[in-house]
């Protein structure tokens, strides 16, 4: 009881925290987490980014790395997808669909961000049965999920991830990163204030005022170590290089009235079509049941389902730039069976392999990234949602 009521104190919490204040505790914590994220989207943006780019530095680099690099990258992308959430409401950016169809974009894009871990994580706890139980567990979920956008909501071609990452730039009003801008008026100015107040030290120590220092070498100029506020005031900025732009970036055009358009009607050809990519996994599955991995006839069964469902699309002239761009990704996907067993391992294994090590041998400093994407590929390439969830 010691122990525990001193862990508690550690904490900060009561001895006995009933189920009401855990909650009013975690929507608390949302909150001020909602603030920070609608009050500074460049910030979060640079977080996300950071947290993304650890995911590729971890994959392949030691023993197991797969499934720390997995959850690390599925966990950035569901920050995304959250902190977009609060960014649109904050910003009060309307959408076109309705609460539920949105709900239902949601979750397929959730499923989507989380397959890949989700595959390998079940490999791991309950081997090759329960990952490709898991598999088909996912792939039915995607299937309904698609097949309900396309017939129920009469959604068209639904994009891969159905909820793309927002443009910040781009999708952000002005007025929105102004009131950002404005909160931070105060801070900015206190900033100003402290670059004045180290030149002022500086000269009352009769020392040059050095507020900024050039590298010999690289030629790039930084602030000086006496010329650097608190850690809680800090930015990327030089004394005298503040802008007072809402985002400090250019503004870019806006894609939410892409977003935002509807999407083109599905009748005939093109419904057949829409309706094989959706059942595409589940005939490869199934045809894969059957006949075995070893077969070429899943293989050849899937190529020419995605084959026969662009063809069924016909022109695209009066589709969509959104709708454009995904069948343009479908067609650049069809690459993805020359990494697909059978394929693969008969045919293309070995002159993959040769390039790159040729490539790692002539380019200098290649080799850093080649070696360890050498000994990756056998991994991406025996995953079922890096070749054939696309």
Same mark, same amino acid.
């Given at each position: +009881?010691?122990?525990?009521?001193?862990?508690?104190?550690?904490?900060?919490?009561?001895?006995?925290?009933?189920?009401?204040?855990?909650?009013?505790?975690?929507?608390?914590?949302?909150?001020? &987490?909602?603030?920070? $994220?609608?009050?500074?989207?460049?910030?979060?943006?640079?977080?996300?980014?950071?947290?993304?780019?650890?995911?590729?530095?971890?994959?392949?680099?030691?023993?197991?790395?797969?499934?720390?690099?997995?959850? $690390? &990258?599925?966990?950035?992308?569901?920050?995304?997808?959250?902190?977009?959430?609060?960014?649109?409401?904050?910003?009060?950016?309307?959408?076109?669909?309705?609460?539920?169809?949105?709900?239902? +974009?949601?979750?397929?894009?959730?499923?989507?961000?989380?397959?890949?871990?989700?595959?390998?994580?079940?490999?791991?706890?309950?081997?090759?049965?329960?990952?490709?139980? $898991?598999?088909?567990?996912?792939?039915?979920?995607?299937?309904?999920?698609?097949?309900?956008?396309?017939? /129920?909501?009469?959604?068209?071609?639904?994009?891969?991830?159905?909820?793309?990452?927002?443009?910040?730039?781009?999708?952000?009003?002005?007025?929105?990163?102004?009131?950002? /801008?404005?909160?931070?008026?105060?801070?900015?100015?206190? +900033?100003?204030?402290?670059?004045?107040?180290?030149?002022?030290?500086?000269?009352?120590?009769?020392?040059?005022?050095? $507020?900024?220092?050039?590298?010999?070498?690289?030629?790039? /100029?930084?602030?000086?170590?006496?010329?650097?506020?608190?850690?809680? +005031?800090?930015?990327?900025?030089?004394?005298?290089?503040?802008?007072?732009?809402?985002?400090?970036?250019?503004?870019?055009?806006?894609?939410?009235?892409?977003?935002?358009?509807?999407?083109?009607?599905?009748?005939?050809?093109?419904?057949?079509?829409?309706?094989?990519?959706?059942?595409?996994?589940?005939? &490869?599955?199934?045809?894969?049941?059957?006949?075995?991995?070893?077969?070429? /006839?899943?293989?050849?069964?899937?190529?020419l389902t995605d084959v026969s469902s662009l063809a069924l699309m016909g022109d695209t002239k009066d589709l969509n730039l959104l709708e454009k761009a995904e069948l343009k990704r479908r067609s650049l996907v069809l690459l993805f069976y020359i990494l697909r067993s059978p394929f693969y391992d008969k045919y293309a294994q070995a002159k993959i392999i040769l390039f790159l090590r040729l490539l790692a041998s002539t380019v200098p400093g290649v080799g850093l990234i080649i070696e360890?994407?050498?000994?990756?590929?056998?991994?991406?390439?025996?995953?079922?949602?890096?070749?054939?969830?696309?």
């Amino acid at each position: +009881m010691a122990a525990e009521r001193e862990g508690n104190f550690l904490l900060g919490l009561p001895s006995k925290l009933s189920p009401d204040m855990a909650r009013e505790k975690l929507l608390e914590l949302f909150e001020r &987490y909602r603030k920070f $994220v609608s009050s500074n989207p460049d910030i979060t943006s640079q977080l996300e980014s950071s947290f993304r780019v650890v995911s590729y530095f971890i994959a392949g680099r030691f023993q197991n790395s797969s499934e720390l690099a997995e959850l $690390v &990258y599925s966990a950035s992308n569901l920050i995304v997808l959250l902190n977009d959430g609060i960014l649109r409401k904050a910003a009060k950016l309307k959408t076109a669909v309705s609460l539920s169809q949105r709900r239902i +974009m949601t979750l397929l894009t959730v499923l989507e961000y989380v397959e890949v871990f989700a595959e390998i994580g079940a490999a791991r706890l309950w081997g090759e049965l329960g990952r490709w139980i $898991v598999i088909a567990a996912i792939q039915l979920a995607k299937v309904a999920l698609r097949g309900l956008l396309l017939f /129920k909501y009469q959604a068209g071609i639904v994009r891969t991830p159905p909820i793309t990452p927002l443009d910040r730039d781009a999708d952000l009003p002005d007025a929105f990163l102004k009131s950002c /801008k404005d909160k931070k008026s105060s801070e900015a100015l206190e +900033m100003e204030d402290l670059d004045q107040v180290f030149v002022k030290k500086a000269e009352e120590q009769g020392r040059l005022p050095q $507020v900024t220092f050039m590298g010999t070498r690289s030629g790039r /100029k930084v602030r000086s170590l006496t010329a650097t506020p608190p850690l809680s +005031m800090r930015d990327w900025k030089l004394p005298g290089m503040r802008s007072d732009s809402p985002s400090g970036r250019t503004k870019t055009v806006s894609s939410l009235e892409h977003q935002n358009l509807p999407p083109t009607p599905l009748g005939g050809l093109r419904l057949a079509g829409e309706a094989l990519h959706v059942f595409r996994p589940l005939v &490869y599955l199934s045809s894969l049941a059957v006949c075995g991995r070893s077969s070429w /006839k899943p293989w050849l069964l899937s190529f020419l389902t995605d084959v026969s469902s662009l063809a069924l699309m016909g022109d695209t002239k009066d589709l969509n730039l959104l709708e454009k761009a995904e069948l343009k990704r479908r067609s650049l996907v069809l690459l993805f069976y020359i990494l697909r067993s059978p394929f693969y391992d008969k045919y293309a294994q070995a002159k993959i392999i040769l390039f790159l090590r040729l490539l790692a041998s002539t380019v200098p400093g290649v080799g850093l990234i080649i070696e360890p994407l050498i000994g990756y590929l056998p991994n991406w390439q025996r995953t079922y949602f890096y070749n054939w969830g696309t």
